[in-house]
T-cell receptor, first 117, second 112 residues
Framework: EPEVTQTPSHQVTQMGQEVILRCVPI?????FYWYRQILGQKVEFLVS????????KSEIFDDQFSVERPDGSNFTLKIRSTKLEDSAMYFC???????????????FGSGTRLTVV | GESVGLHLPTLSVQEGDNSIINCAYS??????FIWYKQESGKGPQFIID?????DKRQGQRVTVLLNKTVKHLSLQIAATQPGDSAVYFC???????????FGTGTRLKVLA
């Protein structure tokens, strides 16, 4: 079964440093997403991406965040200057249809745990 | 161990019993609803979905019920198994948006 692949699985970074989280969505999917989950809390929407541009973003996704699809397979989330409160699990997701197709929704990756120290 | 953050409601059921997990959603414009299962250290895994023009949908051992009048969603798991132990989230989405809004989550513990 196709998977969304995220690397690295765990990233530790110093406060103020830039991090890039990487994702390889499912190959025939067209819509890409980043969500985050602070430990013990619910999953929160960050951004959606379609046709090489941001479709929608949340208030969490401020100027410190950016996304890019640098080639036909990767989808990245960059945090320019990390803060302690950016520590969370970051999930990438993809789907063929914008809202998620009936019977399968989004496919999420296993996540990258970001720890800012 | 437990960390700071939202305290998840927990449902404990005996193996073999049926489980019912409830969710109240917030947006009356939401027209697509999904249940996800999240095991420790993993991403959310799709279980079942339903659109707002339906009030019930069945899958393998799972049933989702939707009550739009009171904005309530439930997930029923038949013959609960140890492998069902996880946190279950409902999520809602509205046409014209690309995001899911996740609920708080319920931890399901299956007792042997």
């Amino acid at each position: 079964e196709p998977e969304v692949t995220q690397t690295p699985s765990h990233q530790v970074t110093q406060m103020g440093q830039e991090v890039i989280l990487r994702c390889v969505p499912i190959s025939n999917h067209l819509y890409f997403y980043w969500y985050r989950q602070i430990l013990g809390q619910k999953v929160e929407f960050l951004v959606s991406f379609y046709n090489n541009e941001i479709s929608e973003k949340s208030e969490i996704f401020d100027d410190q965040f950016s996304v890019e699809r640098p080639d036909g397979s990767n989808f990245t989330l960059k945090i320019r200057s990390t803060k302690l409160e950016d520590s969370a699990m970051y999930f990438c997701a993809s789907t063929r249809e914008g809202q998620g197709g009936m019977g399968y929704g989004y496919t999420f990756g296993s996540g990258t745990r970001l720890t800012v120290v | 161990g437990e960390s700071v953050g939202l305290h998840l409601p927990t449902l404990s059921v005996q193996e073999g019993d049926n489980s019912i997990i409830n969710c109240a959603y917030s947006n009356s414009a939401s027209d697509y609803f999904i249940w996800y299962k999240q095991e420790s250290g993993k991403g959310p895994q799709f279980i079942i979905d339903i659109r707002s023009n339906m009030d019930k949908r069945q899958g393998q051992r799972v049933t989702v019920l939707l009550n739009k009048t009171v904005k309530h969603l439930s997930l029923q798991i038949a013959a609960t198994q140890p492998g069902d132990s996880a946190v279950y989230f409902c999520a809602e989405s509205a046409s014209g948006t690309y995001k899911y809004i996740f609920g708080t989550g319920t931890r399901l513990k299956v007792l042997a």
